[in-house]
């Protein structure tokens, strides 16, 4: 076993994991039940040949389900019946994860790094983009994922031993 400085000398390939993704024309409930039932903070939507078009945050997928008058006053939720309130998540039936997304011309930078990233560079492009994971990849295709509590997990154990060094097994 081996120390080796976190920040500059790991690499986003080694710490990607093998999470799911989805395309475009995928259901959005059935993209929101993945969300839900892996506790991801959000998946990457890849086109028909793999390649990351965009994130879908979870939190994305929330501004669906909750009605635009209780995000404006999230007060009102403690008058909605449990009836309604439980139909919220209909709001996805018939939906695509492309509808989920914001218009190609409001969308956002593509959080996405090549497999030889920096751990710093990753969590940079994190914290700029306040996304929840980045979508690591090798000559364009999806090698992984990186998602924001993974990252601060490795930081994290590095910074407890005083080191600044995370171990590589």
């Known amino acids: 076993m081996t120390a080796t400085p976190i920040l500059t000398a790991v690499r986003a390939r080694d710490l990607a994991q093998d999470l799911p993704t989805v395309r475009p024309d995928s259901d959005a409930l059935a993209a929101a039940r993945l969300i839900a039932s ?12 793999g390649n990351p078009v ?7 997928v929330l501004r669906f389900v909750v009605p635009t008058y209780i995000q ?17 998540a209909g709001a996805l039936a018939g939906k695509r ?36 994971l980045v979508v690591v990849t090798d000559d364009g295709r999806v090698r992984g994922l ?6 601060l997990e490795v930081l994290l154990s590095s910074a407890e031993d ?3 060094q995370a171990s590589t097994k």
């Open 54 to 60: 965009a994130v879908l945050p979870a939190s994305q």
């Open 162 to 164: 005083g080191s600044g």
């Open 72 to 88: 404006e006053d999230p007060h009102l939720a403690r008058v909605v019946d449990e009836a309604t309130a439980d139909r919220s």
């Open 146 to 151: 990186l998602t924001a509590a993974h990252l």
């Open 38 to 49: 892996h506790r991801l903070p959000g998946v990457a939507v890849v086109d028909a040949d």
């Open 97 to 132: 994860v492309g509808d989920l997304l914001p218009a190609r011309g409001q969308r956002v930078e593509l959080a996405a790094v090549e497999g030889d990233a920096t751990a710093l560079h990753c969590a940079a492009l994190m914290a700029r983009l306040h996304s929840p």
